[in-house]
């Protein structure tokens, strides 16, 4: 194998594996220090830098950062991140002044933002700062989209959200609330510089074609378009049997809401086995928790109608069958259909893009499924004063994923207006700092602790129950927080290897915990993997390979469960091995907060 | 800070025939200077013993007193150990093995403890072919001491301070085999791929199995013009042969050219391989392996690998013809079979 570019920024970054999975790549063992060092402000500032919505993100995040967490592949449960996250947000002081402060002096140039939220709220605070004119259109009556509309209050408190949102909002943002854009051919006919679409995907899956479906209308209800109506108060009840269509997220925010909402028999009904429900498994404990039930193989047949009212469901029992390519079919088991009771139905079998409201002749040109053409790196449109991002562009993902969206975008549009190449993306900002301060101490608290992950505490059922708007989570007290944090692995700090100072005493070989590190003769990667002193089958994970040794050897280390504990340098004797913290910042359009400043005084 | 190893493992660590993970064989942490030699002896212990898959409480270390005697803290953690006093593990080592005959033994010395104030426990040992595997762990100077140089130390070695050794040097490799002993070896701490399989070797040998292992000390005896540093051994290192060792019941399944390898049989039917031997190297040869040993150290040159082994051999039990079990677990009645045993015995010597 090749010696290993540690200069290429992604080599690093690929090690610190909940950063690199995150796609805002927020540093997270960065602000998961701060948090142990009970500096919530800054852990909180390092967070709103990359992910805007830190409070709201702390208690709904989707978390691809945690599978992705090494700790998780040496023992059962990787760090709880997500809620380490809301342990800042929580507990922090004032941050407005250490936000970009308003005015901005103008740069002459105005935007208009489509839908208020997530992405189109991060695209708003990039630009903001540089003096862009920016004018953001919802036809809600507040800002923050989707995690107003379809995140319940019981999840999301309004509070948390309402002041994620005025941050941004109050960064001199012009809103239009309650307006429906009805034409994009009128938007595009104003004086804006740019345009960004961040409408998400609004349209909820439906069942048209069940029997039963037109009869029972009245009791028929799509979960997104229900949540709302919950959310902006519209709706305050549901029947006492209530049965839940479908196996995402959404169905178990339609079911928990039911819960609250006077539902007293609550089944969510999955067509797929319980291995491919698409909810997060964290969100399917909850809701299991609170008393629901869940049934899986179980596709409906026919709403049951009488009397021109809806009596139930009645449902066919299959299982899934897997060919030879995987793919499944879900083949009747030959049992009973069974009928279920429901008062009220509601159907979350997942979300569609609509843009009803754009012209087709404006040169935003659209292709599969009525989706607009899209430049996965620029967001950018076939019209290039038109850009997409968040659920709108690609389809229904997460609330990271539109912020990250929004942060590319931002970038894109300045450089629109700037008639720049949009190509010509800007590199990340990396820092390796020195943690050496003595031979048994580092700046970073190098000690693996053996703790299990700490739960989070709920509130009780009885009370949880009662009220739609009562954060059930009830988040980590400080103290958990500190021992949860301290599980981290700091996988930031990196093992760096000068084979120029190495006298292959084999100190660090014997030293490591995990068995990471192997001197031997190279090759190439799938003979190496299998000549280490442990198995490398994790082929995700990076070797990282030396330059050859005095003896013709070669260090080989595998990444994959090294816990960066730091022996290997502490026993190098010549310091061929030294531990260095790798800062990897996505760069934006404008610095709001510098994660370098606060890190150098990190000790 | 840290003083405390991580007890995560790695979770996929491969398990031996005993089904124990290299964990199993470890000890406490080191405290030895970072990037001594020591250590990496250790490691390689810890690897011998979970290759040839020993049961850990059937092994017993024992030490004397230095910075290599330390190491039985640092490997096999659950194993039986004694040290002891300076220079005289050797006897407690016999006592120890004449008390217990099922326990395999390891000894672990180092230059000072075994050429100097041990010198006259180690020749005994040696010349009674006590059945142990005594490792000398020899970096030329008294590391726990500050450095001064020892009794391996080479003449014209340099030491930290810049002042060249004026004596000769021990041997104790040529000193083994003069005085008999049954298998005889080098190496370096450096060099694993050597040093573990003949310490397997060594543990399967019966009899007095003696590895000199050259183990740098980094804080005292790594500087240039000494000829104990890392880098002096790694140029002067010249292998006899490259050692391979095949326990009992398994084939062999590499093939060497003809007249590059050797294979030698021990008592307990595992085998040593030897190959890409020297010209004319033959290990079982006594008188050949003394001038070899001479004529490299004419050249300045440090010989490894396994420079006598003599497999058939009666050890200390044999030769003293003591019981087949070991005497600790005699019992009373074993041992004073009472007045009719001793009557019949009278009764065959009248």
Not at chain 1, 587 to 596: G, Q, S, Y
Not at chain 2, 250 to 271: N, Q
Not at chain 2, 324 to 348: H, K, S, V, Y
Request: proline residues 6%; glycine residues 8%.
């Amino acid at each position: 194998m090749k010696p290993t570019n540690i200069n290429d920024p992604e080599y690093f970054h690929k090690v610190v594996d909940c950063q690199y999975a995150c796609p805002a790549h927020t540093p997270v063992p960065e602000y998961i220090r701060l948090i142990a060092a009970e500096r919530y402000t800054e852990a909180y500032m390092v967070n709103w830098e990359s992910n805007v919505f830190p409070g709201v993100l702390g208690r709904t995040c989707d978390r691809p950062c945690e599978p992705a967490c090494r700790r998780g592949r040496v023992e059962e449960k990787p760090v709880a991140i997500c809620r380490l996250k809301r342990v800042a947000a929580d507990n922090k002081g004032e941050v407005r002044h250490l936000m970009p402060q308003v005015p901005f002096p103008s740069n002459g140039k105005k935007i208009a933002l489509i839908g208020g939220g997530p992405a189109s709220l991060t695209v708003a605070r990039d630009l903001a700062p540089l003096g862009y004119e920016i004018h953001l259109y919802d036809d809600q009556r507040k800002g923050g989209g989707m995690m107003r509309s379809q995140i319940p209050a019981f999840r999301l408190p309004e509070s948390v959200l309402d002041e994620e949102v005025n941050y941004i909002l109050d960064l001199g943002i012009h809103t239009h609330f309650n307006r429906y854009v009805q034409s994009m051919g009128e938007v595009l006919a104003q004086d804006y510089d740019a345009i960004f679409v961040g409408t998400g995907a609004p349209r909820g899956g439906d069942l048209p074609k069940l029997p039963g479906r037109q009869e029972g209308a009245a009791n028929i209800h799509i979960g997104i378009e229900w949540l709302a109506s919950v959310a902006f108060e519209h709706t305050s009840k549901i029947g006492k049997k209530v049965i839940v269509l479908g196996g995402g997220n959404t169905a178990m925010d339609c079911c928990r809401t039911s819960m609250r909402l006077g539902g007293e028999s609550v089944t969510v009904v999955v067509r797929s086995p319980f291995s491919d429900m698409k909810a997060s498994p964290w969100e399917i404990e909850d809701a299991q928790r609170e008393g629901i039930v869940i049934r899986n193989c179980m596709p409906p047949k026919e709403f049951v109608v009488e009397g021109g009212r809806l009596k139930g469901i009645l449902f066919e029992h299959v299982e899934a069958v897997y060919d030879e390519n995987g793919r499944r079919s879900l083949v009747p088991t030959g049992e009973p259909d069974e009928f279920i009771e429901a008062d009220d139905v509601l159907v979350a079998i997942g979300q569609e893009n609509a843009f009803p409201w754009i012209e087709r002749d404006l040169g935003i040109e659209f292709g599969k499924w009525e989706m607009p053409v899209v430049d996965p790196v620029t967001f950018q449109s076939t019209n290039p004063r038109v850009f997409f991002g968040g659920d709108a562009a690609f389809g229904p993902k997460n609330v990271i994923t539109a912020v990250a969206h929004g942060h590319q975008a931002a970038i894109s549009i300045d450089q629109y207006c700037h008639k720049k190449d949009l190509h010509e993306r800007p590199a990340p900002a990396v820092n390796l700092f020195h943690q050496k301060m003595g031979i048994h101490e580092w700046m970073y608290d190098s000690y693996v602790v053996e703790d299990p992950r700490y739960k989070v505490p709920h509130a009780d059922n009885t009370v949880a129950l009662k009220d739609r708007r009562f954060e059930v989570e009830l988040g980590f007290a400080p103290e958990t927080g500190f021992m949860e944090a301290q599980r981290c692995l700091n996988c930031d700090v990196q093992t760096v290897f000068t084979e120029s100072l190495c006298i292959e005493c084999d100190a660090c070989v014997d030293i490591c915990p995990t068995s990471c590190i192997t001197f031997t003769h190279n090759g190439e990667e799938n003979d190496l993997r299998t000549r280490l002193n442990a198995p490398a089958n994790l082929l995700s994970q990076d070797l990282y390979v030396s330059h050859q040794l005095p003896t013709h050897r070669v260090m080989i280390k595998d990444e994959n469960v090294c816990l960066h504990c730091g022996l290997c340098a502490e026993r190098c004797p010549t310091a061929a091995w030294d531990m260095k913290k790798y800062l990897y910042q996505v760069t934006k359009t404008c610095k709001v907060w510098d994660a370098a400043g606060s890190v150098l005084e990190t000790v | 800070m840290t003083y405390l190893r991580p007890k995560f493992r790695h979770p996929e660590l491969p398990r031996n025939a005993r089904g124990y993970t290299r964990q199993y064989y470890e000890g406490a942490l080191s405290t030895l200077c970072a990037g001594c030699g020591h250590d990496s002896i250790s490691g390689a212990i810890i690897q011998a013993c979970f290759e040839m898959a020993i049961e850990p409480h059937r092994l017993a270390k024992l030490s004397g007193i230095g910075c290599s005697s330390k190491t039985p803290t640092y490997f096999l953690g659950n194993s039986h150990g004694f040290n002891s006093v300076h220079g005289r593990m050797p006897s407690v080592a016999t006592g120890a093995n004449l008390a217990n005959r099922d326990l395999i033994y390891l000894g672990v010395s180092g230059d000072g403890d075994t050429a100097s104030i041990g010198m006259g426990q180690f020749v005994h040992a040696l010349r009674r072919n006590l059945n142990i595997t005594y490792i000398v762990m020899n970096n030329g100077c008294y590391g726990l001491t500050k450095g001064q140089d020892s009794a391996t130390a080479d003449e014209g070695s340099v030491n930290k301070a810049g002042i060249a050794n004026p004596f000769q040097g021990i041997d104790l490799a040529g000193l083994a085999i003069e005085l008999g002993a049954t298998f005889v070896a080098r190496s370096f701490s450096g060099d694993r791929e050597q040093l573990i399989p003949m310490i397997k070797a060594a543990m399967a040998h019966e009899g007095f199995a003696f590895i000199d292992v050259l183990s740098p000390c980094v804080t005292f005896n790594n500087n240039p013009g000494s000829t104990k540093s890392y880098d002096f051994v790694r140029q002067h290192i010249e292998a006899t042969a490259a050692v391979d060792y095949i326990p009992e019941k398994s084939e062999i399944t590499t093939e060497y050219e003809e007249g590059t390898s050797k294979v030698i049989r021990l008592h307990d039917d595992s085998l040593v391989q030897l190959h890409k031997l020297a010209l004319g190297w033959d290990p079982s040869d006594r008188g050949l392996a003394f001038a070899r040993l001479h004529e490299s150290r004419a050249r300045g040159e440090i010989l490894t690998g396994i420079i006598y082994l003599e497999p058939q051999t009666r050890d200390l039990h044999n030769m003293l013809n003591t019981v087949a079990q070991p005497l600790n677990t005699l019992r009373e009645e074993d041992l004073c079979p009472g007045i009719a045993a001793l009557e019949q015995i009278n009764e065959e010597n009248r």
